[in-house]
């Protein structure tokens, strides 16, 4: 079956310019959760969904960014004002249940210019 | 503060050999700790969960130990290949909240 994708692959924006990042994880899984990786870095975890649950924002580095879950489904991480520490690989990741193994999209990589 | 150490330094064995990476933790009680292996280029992909009351599980060459006074996981792989060549991250339980992932340790396996 269907993996869990994300779009684009590879992304190039402009410092200060406004970024969205897509996540469609595999059907029927209830958690969600977008990471970044800077080169040589391990995960960073951002945001985790999980079912109807609020969303555990903990991770996020700064209020410009922000993501949402539509339907319990597609994903979509915005980053606001871009700056060129963003500049990382995104990946998100979908779990079937709340202690599992997750399944990892191949990453957005996002070049801040 | 919390923190995860996965050996920095590049792992370099020979094809044939059993590799061991090891995974210290400080400030977490992990009810369960999984392994991951990522290839350049890719996302992580899961290999094995153990969970606080397992000391050790398998998985064809693979085998992890889970240590919950020493806040210590081992992962080995035996009879290693090339083909096992990748980074290898551990990632611990937070206490219900998300996974908190180790920065990795890259294993070469040399013919």
């Known amino acids: 079956g269907a993996g869990v994708s994300q779009s684009p692959s590879n992304k190039v924006t402009e410092k200060g310019k406004d970024v969205e990042l897509r996540c469609d994880p595999i059907?029927?899984?209830?958690?969600l959760y977008w990471y970044r990786q800077s080169l040589g870095q391990g995960l960073e975890f951002l945001i985790y969904?999980?079912?109807?649950?609020?969303?555990?924002k903990s991770g996020l580095p700064s209020d410009r960014f922000s993501a949402e879950r539509t339907g319990g489904s597609v994903s979509t991480l915005t980053i606001q004002r871009t700056q060129q520490e963003d500049s990382a690989v995104y990946l998100c990741?979908?779990?079937?249940?709340?202690?599992?193994?997750?399944?990892f999209g191949p990453g957005t990589r996002l070049t801040v210019l | 503060s919390q923190k995860i150490e996965q050996n920095s330094e590049a792992l370099n064995i020979q094809e044939g050999k059993t590799a061991t990476l090891t995974c210290n933790y400080t400030?977490?009680?992990?009810?369960?700790l999984q392994w991951y292996r990522q290839d350049p280029g890719r996302g992580p992909v899961f290999l094995l969960l153990?969970?606080?009351?397992?000391k050790e599980k398998r998985k064809e060459r693979l085998k992890v130990t889970f240590d919950t006074t020493l806040k210590q996981s081992l992962f080995h792989i035996t009879a290693s290949q090339p083909a096992d060549s990748a980074t290898y991250l551990c990632?611990?339980?937070?206490?219900?909240?998300?996974?908190?992932f180790g920065k990795g340790t890259s294993l070469l396996v040399t013919p």
């Open positions: 990741a979908s779990e079937p249940g709340e202690v599992d193994e997750q399944f």
């Open positions: 059907s029927g899984h209830t958690a």
């Open positions: 969904f999980q079912g109807n649950s609020a969303p555990d």
């Open positions: 400030n977490y009680s992990p009810a369960y």
């Open positions: 153990i969970r606080e009351n397992e």
């Open positions: 990632a611990l339980d937070n206490s219900g909240y998300a996974l908190n």
